[in-house]
């Protein structure tokens, strides 16, 4: 695209808000080439008083994106005033609202009704326009005002403004189809490619935002916890996750395979590179706690061809960073995120994204010193989540024993903690049990920065030499510590005959001997054995989209890792229920061991590993019994319900 700006009426007529598409498509490519602030400007310039339909709602845009990076209430609510004014501008855009006897007639009256296609086909493009912008802002505000509320009143109110937009986007995506419907069976018997038969009346900017509306409102109802879902279902709304990718997909022209039909920018609606990062926040960012339809392949193809375009574009720098941690690449990932990091400095906010993955990517690599290095910056600047920060930095320090600079950040860590829509954020609810442990259990918590791992999927994308080479050998530094010697072999299986039941004898007394004087040792024991399990589970069996080093060396056959998963995984159930306080431990032992014996072949104990979790009976019991909910529960029901259906899908998981 041309880098001078085109030229925009100065006279602004409602009547031709669609001329203003050429000028906000400029600016929105500006944004992903890093000229924030360019981009920014330029949108206040051509709309001082922000009365144009897709100036002022896109500035809106603008000033959304900024809030949603800082976190800060001021610039939640400066953006919440710019999208509420979009929204009020988008709504005297739009067609008028028919009478009360209008609205009586189209119960009657199909043709007359204002909630279906006929509807949608009786305004003119800039009225249909507009109710697509209105969908848009009012999802944008609604968005922001979850995240700024603090009461379950106003969280309520923002959720019946998202169920008013995914009504809307429906219903233009009804209109659509009719439309396509009736060209197409006009036009049977023509020479016409199928993927051609679309009515040529509807442009292709509209077409984008249905598309994206439609697509986004679907992959969110289909990532909804089962019961949420439920509830949402009372009101006629389904998600149809194949249906909202492949919506996604046809604003850029990807097909099944990838395939790019829309080359151009020219021909390409203006929501497309949109569409395009929604994508790649599926495959990349929501493939943790999903299965179905996250396609690494797809994702590279998309990122590729948007890097070519935007070499720049500090935002599928980040998605690059993320395609290559997926595929078990961290060096890479983190080559990515410092070029992510130098791409632009307009807006600070965006660099804490690159510090976070970076934070995160170093885990993966065991660079205990760096990633502290990456979680203290966090701290210093960033807002989104202070209390993970400190607790990320904390884990690390106390890693490498520096427990008075963690006892100092621990204690801060539970003061440092946020709410939205009045409720606690689950991350940070974990972070501030276990800084409270470690302070109760006089500065002193068990592998802290490799849980920490296991919990940002850390240890899924380490490259396996270093999970062999240096996470597995530090959770045995911390067996022993707790008087679990470790035998010979792989997991201890290859000491031969009375040696070996001498060993076992040795170290069962020596951890009964330590368990009477040591505060919270099962739990300890408990959390090293599982740790222990998921290292050797991908040893033996890496992410499937993992790209191996060729000169990777393994000694460790994959029947040897398999069964010294399984073996630490069963020491954990067996252990379970001495478990004191870290109760969720066991719970994602299960998930994890229905993986391995998924990845082994044995489906249907692999399912009823999993169905056990989504029971909701207590899987460990003690004398003094698990009160509430577990750590990080509703995340790992939305897991387990992922893997119940990959499996029947006959994906890896």
């Excluded at 020219?266 to 299965?291: K, N, P, Q, W």
């Excluded at 061809?305 to 500090?314: D, K």
């Excluded at 980040?318 to 990515?336: C, D, K, N, T, V």
Aim: charged share 25%.
């Amino acid at each position: 695209m041309n880098h001078s700006p085109p030229s925009v009426p100065e006279a602004y007529d409602s009547r031709d808000a669609l001329d203003d598409i050429p000028g906000i498509h400029w600016a929105l490519h500006e944004f992903l080439h890093s000229r924030m602030l360019e981009s920014e400007e330029y949108c206040h310039h051509v709309d001082p008083n922000k009365q144009r339909l897709y100036f002022a709602t896109g500035y809106g845009l603008i000033q959304c994106v900024k809030g949603l990076m800082s976190f800060e209430d001021k610039d939640l609510l400066s953006a919440i005033n710019h999208t509420r004014h979009g929204n009020s501008i988008a709504s005297a855009h739009r067609r008028p609202a028919p009478s009360l006897a209008g609205r009586l007639a189209g119960y009657i009256v199909p043709g007359m009704s204002n909630s279906g296609p006929e509807w949608i086909a009786q305004m003119t493009p800039v009225e249909r326009h507009a109710e697509l912008v209105y969908a848009e802002s009012l999802y944008e505000k609604s968005l922001l005002g979850i995240v700024y509320s603090g009461d379950w009143l106003a969280f309520i109110k923002e959720v019946l403004n998202m169920r008013t937009t995914i009504s809307i986007y429906r219903q233009l995506g009804r209109y659509l189809e009719a439309a396509d419907a009736a060209y197409a069976a006009a036009h049977a018997d023509d020479d016409i490619p199928d993927k051609q038969l679309e009515d040529p009346s509807i442009d292709v900017h509209f077409r984008s935002g249905v598309y994206l509306g439609v697509g986004l409102s679907h992959l969110i109802l289909s990532l909804m916890p089962g019961r949420l879902l439920t509830i949402v279902e009372l009101f006629g709304y389904r998600g149809d996750r194949k249906e909202g990718l492949r919506m996604l997909n046809r604003a850029g022209g990807w097909d099944a395979h990838g395939d790019r039909n829309v080359a151009s920018q020219e021909s390409e609606g203006v929501r497309r590179a949109i569409c395009d990062m929604t994508l790649l926040i599926f495959h990349l960012v929501l493939s943790s706690y999903t299965f179905e339809g996250v396609d690494i392949m797809m994702a590279r193809k998309i990122v590729e061809w948007n890097l070519e375009r935007y070499p720049n574009g500090v935002f599928f720098l980040f998605g690059a960073g993320r395609l290559a941690l997926a595929r078990s690449q961290p060096q890479q990932a983190l080559e990515y995120y410092a070029c992510a990091a130098q791409a632009q400095s307009q807006y600070r906010n965006m660099h804490h994204i690159s510090w976070w993955e970076s934070a995160i990517a170093n885990l993966a690599l065991w660079n205990i010193d760096t990633s502290r290095d990456w979680w203290s910056r966090l701290r210093g600047e960033a807002t989104w989540s202070k209390a993970t920060y400190a607790y990320g930095e904390a884990a690390c320090l106390a890693t490498i024993g520096d427990h008075g600079g963690a006892a100092k950040l621990m204690s801060s860590v539970s003061g440092l903690r946020q709410r939205i829509a009045g409720k606690s954020i689950p991350l940070e609810k974990f972070a501030a049990r276990k800084a409270r442990k470690y302070l109760a259990q006089n500065n002193r918590l068990i592998l802290p920065a490799l849980e920490l791992a296991y919990v940002f999927a850390a240890i899924a994308h380490a490259p396996r030499q270093v999970v062999l080479e240096r996470m597995i050998p530090h959770i045995h530094e911390a067996l022993e510590e707790l008087g679990v010697l470790q035998m010979n072999g792989v997991n201890g299986d290859a000491t031969p005959g009375a040696k070996k039941n001498k060993i076992v004898e040795k170290n069962h007394t020596k951890a009964r001997g330590k368990a009477e004087v040591r505060v919270g040792f099962w739990d300890d024991l408990c959390l090293a054995w599982f740790l222990e399990g998921i290292c050797w589970r991908f040893v033996a069996y890496p992410e499937p989209d993992a790209e191996v080093d060729a000169d990777e060396k393994i000694l460790v056959s994959v029947e040897q890792a398999r069964q010294s998963a399984e073996s630490a995984f069963k020491r954990v159930f067996e252990n379970g229920p001495k478990i004191e306080l870290d109760h969720y431990i066991v719970y994602y032992a299960h998930f994890e061991y229905g993986r391995l014996l998924a990845r082994s072949g044995d489906k249907e104990s692999a399912k009823a590993q999993f169905d056990m979790i989504l029971s909701g009976k207590p899987l460990e019991v003690n004398a003094a019994g698990r009160k509430g909910k577990y750590s990080l529960e509703n995340a790992l029901h939305i897991r387990a319900h992922a893997a119940v259906d990959a499996l029947d899908q006959n994906r890896l998981l």
